[in-house]
Structure formats: C-alpha cells, structure tokens
C-alpha cells in the first residue's frame, strides 16, 4: 500500500474529530471562511482554541454555539 493510501484510509471524518481547521469548520458547517476568521477574532468567542498562531474550532462548543443563533 502507498503512503498516501494508508494516511487516508486513517484519516478522521470532519463530523468525528474535537477540533476543526477554519477551513473544515467551513465545509461542516457552510459558513465562509471570512466570517469564521471574523467571528474567532472577538475575545469572548466560546469555540475558538489558539495553538500558536494556529486557529483551531472547538466542534462540540461550534455546534452548541450555532444552534442558539439566529443570525451571524
């Protein structure tokens, strides 16, 4: 089997994983990626976790967080 076979058939559904990139968070939840930025920029955001200078999406706190919005 080629490496890159093994690493997808290893590789984490979006719908499975604890946090998203921006741009998964995208995909999964039809919001651009713009808003996304825009939206974990505010220091209150409950769903954003920095690592660095990397911006990751809390799934679980994204998905709870959407569900009590009406508009964004």
Same mark, same amino acid.
């Given at each position: 089997?080629?490496?890159? &076979? /093994?690493?997808?058939?290893?590789?984490?559904?979006?719908?499975?994983? &604890? /946090?998203?990139?921006? /741009?998964?968070?995208?995909?999964?939840?039809?919001?651009?990626?713009?808003?996304?930025?825009?939206?974990?920029?505010?220091? @209150?955001?409950?769903?954003?976790?920095?690592?660095? &200078?990397?911006?990751?999406?809390?799934?679980? &706190?994204? @998905?709870?967080?959407?569900?009590?919005?009406?508009?964004?």
């Amino acid at each position: 089997m080629e490496e890159g &076979q /093994n690493y997808r058939k290893n590789e984490v559904p979006i719908w499975k994983k &604890q /946090n998203l990139s921006v /741009n998964e968070a995208a995909v999964y939840s039809g919001i651009g990626i713009n808003k996304l930025r825009e939206m974990t920029e505010r220091e @209150d955001c409950p769903f954003v976790l920095w690592v660095g &200078q990397k911006r990751l999406i809390k799934r679980l &706190q994204f @998905d709870e967080y959407i569900s009590h919005m009406f508009s964004i």
